[in-house]
């Protein structure tokens, strides 16, 4: 068959601006060469033909169709083999993912990789994931720093707390790949995040920074990766920095991970040195995803988040089948029902496609109508397949608990529609209705830690302008009461008061602490003020040791981590895993202003504490609560007994200023009748306690 000249000097016209033609050119030689060699197939000739007779724009979605048709003889040609061997081609899929994500069946398993970064906190995650987007082409040099962290929360702190993905595409050794590069927070408070976006990938970058070595969440992260079974690339990071040893941190991770030398990678993402090395080893360490193209479909929900415009975007990945746009899909848990009303990929930013293929990471918008519709871990599938659920993830427990009430009580819907679109974000927070005496109508959210909390209590304000009081944090308790009965309770106020328990248990972690040797005693002192039951001692090397705690989780829960970065000036890293419960002798402490208890202030206290943590809470709310016309009490009791006090006198009338002179007894007079009345009005009087007083003294 002759070359038809119409199509081919359209061909030639548009090459440098449209890649997908570029892919239609190519796939025309290896046409003519398969049919010289007589492998092609009459039906294959055919179809060709018929396509070459019509425009550019309508051969190739005609071109479309016989390879989506001809899997089988695809895979077994080397098309993609072809595709991926012009170098303009590959410049071309890097600078116009537009046209790329057209048509994503240019990326067949073999070609992909999915990889996320794991590392300690600070240990240069984001700015490696910048410097890879750069040298793919995905964002141009000199873009914003932190391109990944797009939340106000995490520009003004300066971490990551919402994974984030990215498709790449990198040209090597005469191949383009599909790289899915997923950015993952560090701190322990988000540890749910890593753990779901390993389940999405087949390796992991393990990042250590050059100058500190292996932190506490770097052993964890690793572990985490490795239960996972993925491919672990070790990556030193900040080899540029002052205070930089390779040498030494190479031999810390050969040593604590069992790692060959030669493995290691030593790089700089701030200046772009050794990066080179970085993407050649994803691809050649990275087993492609698994999964089978042929067999119904099946998507993992692994992410979500809520846009003002579309609704409830949902991250996933693609485990068995092809998600075509317009498909009528289901959700095998709760068998809701909906179509797939846009698909595509983030590079970083959204790029709609037609089609997801089999182990590909992308996004796929349904119109649910309800923000909670989206249930991460969920399995979707075609309506009417018969195909078994994926295992998902495991149900979160949370840390601790802390309530969030609106500081006016007429802001309680907009803070209920707030919080509905912020758990679609984050899913580990648990939320539950509540409601307080004090502060009116409420909810009881659980959360991974301190940092989770306050991350969630800043993103209310920021991103949806809900003005929030948060209770004072707490930790899950078990009551043993009599006649066998058991209690779980996760809020103070819900402690019995009166009631004769028998046993109470709180919950127990590990904490792991690496220390430089000149902060260890400070560091220690800290472990034992926390209740804490020391378990090891271990010297990293010669200036750092590791050091492991037993102790409750209601110390970390509080303020033991701000504590521990102030005693070693920043330098000491934290990580913990719970362990179980254990008994434990604490009891509830109630504030009482002018005898009546304040259900929003009530604490679980160690008992050998509670007349020093009494005497602060007093001290707080005397400083906050306005006098009024009479004296005002103010208590902490454990049971019927007060461990600390202290009172705000009334103000003072002078009833005798009119006297000028006259027998004593008519100032006395005047001064018992003034007393009388004070006596009345503290007995029929009520403290009203300020919604700022609650917001100063629970913000502290």
Known sequence: MEEGNSPRKTWNRVEQDDPALVAAKLLYERYKEITRTGESSESLRASWQTAQKKTTQSALREWANVLQSMKGWIETSGIHTVLHSSNGLARNLAGSPTAVANDLSLFPQSLIRNFSVIAHIDHGKSTLSDRLLELTGAIKSGSRKQYLDRLPVERSRGITVKAQTASMFFPWQSTTYL??????????DFSYEVSRSLAACQGALLLVDAAQGIQAQTVSTFYAAFEADLSIIPVINKIDMPAADPERVTEEICMAFDFDPEDVLAVSAKTG?????????????VPPPSGHPESPLRLLLFDSYYDEYRGVVCLVQVVDGVLQKGDKIVSLNADDRYEALEVGIFTPEPVKSTNLYTGQVGYVIMGMKTVTAARVGDTYAHEKSEVEPLPGFKPLKPVLFAGLFPISTDDFDNLQVA?????VNDPSVMVRRDNSAALGQGFRCGFQGLLHMDVFHQRLQEEYGASVIASPPSVPYRLSLPGEKVLNLDSPSDFPVDQKIDRVEEPMVIATIVVPNQYLGAVMELGQECRGEQTDYIAVDESRTLLRYKMPLAEIATTFYDSLKSRSSGYASFDYEEIGMQPADVIRMDLLVNGDPVDALARIVPRERAEKEGKKLVTKMKELLPRQMFDIS?????????????TIKAYRKDVTAKLYGGDVTRKRKLLEKQKAGK????????????????YEILSR
């Open 179 to 188: 790289l899915n590069l997923i950015d993952t927070p560090g701190h322990v």
């Open 273 to 285: 040195e050794g990066l080179e090395r970085v993407l050649p080893a994803i691809v050649e360490r």
């Open 419 to 423: 919080v509905e679109k912020l758990t």
């Open 634 to 646: 103010i208590q902490a009791s454990v049971g019927r007994k007060v461990v600390a006090r202290a």
């Open 679 to 694: 006596k009345k009005m503290k007995r029929i009087g009520r403290v009203e306690i300020p919604q700022e007083a609650f």
